[in-house]
């Protein structure tokens, strides 16, 4: 049996705890504090809590990233509606917006965002699009042309 404090309390560098398990590293050394009663909690540079990715330095990316492949995984789930040629331009951007679009934003309000993860977060909204529409880029429609369609 391994220890308690090993696999269910992490500490962030910089002081925030999370109970979250993580798999565990490659390296030989994991830096812990012992803080007693049995229990350490290990040093760790990033975790996910509450379905967000925190990381030592307080930005976003972490968070970005992971909720763009939610957000992806969410859109292959539903690709045979999405895709649907018999199902209506406004059904299928309601069904997006209400369930690939809320799984990618969920939590945002609490980021600390900046212009690369906006921007990646827009690019990952348009490529859906796209898949949505059956268009690519070959094709050279403009974004705002594929938003006004009905």
Not at 70 to 98: A, C, E, H
């Amino acid at each position: 049996m391994v220890p308690f404090g090993r696999n269910r309390n992490r500490i962030l560098k910089n002081g925030r705890i999370s109970g979250k398990p993580e798999p565990e590293p490659d390296i030989r050394y994991i830096p812990t504090i012992d803080i007693g009663v049995s229990a350490n909690l290990e040093l760790v540079d990033k975790f996910c809590y509450l379905g967000d990715m925190l990381s030592i330095d307080g930005d976003a990316h972490a968070a970005a990233e992971t909720r763009i492949r939610i957000g992806w995984n969410k859109f292959r789930q539903l690709v045979p509606l999405l895709t649907n040629k018999d199902i209506s331009f406004i059904m299928r951007g309601r069904l997006y917006s209400s369930c690939v679009r809320s799984s990618m934003l969920h939590g945002s309000e609490t980021w600390p965002i900046r212009k690369e993860n906006e921007v990646a977060l827009q690019q990952a909204e348009m490529r859906m699009v796209r898949w949505m529409c059956g268009i690519k880029l070959q094709d050279r429609v403009p974004s705002k042309g594929l938003r006004e369609r009905d």
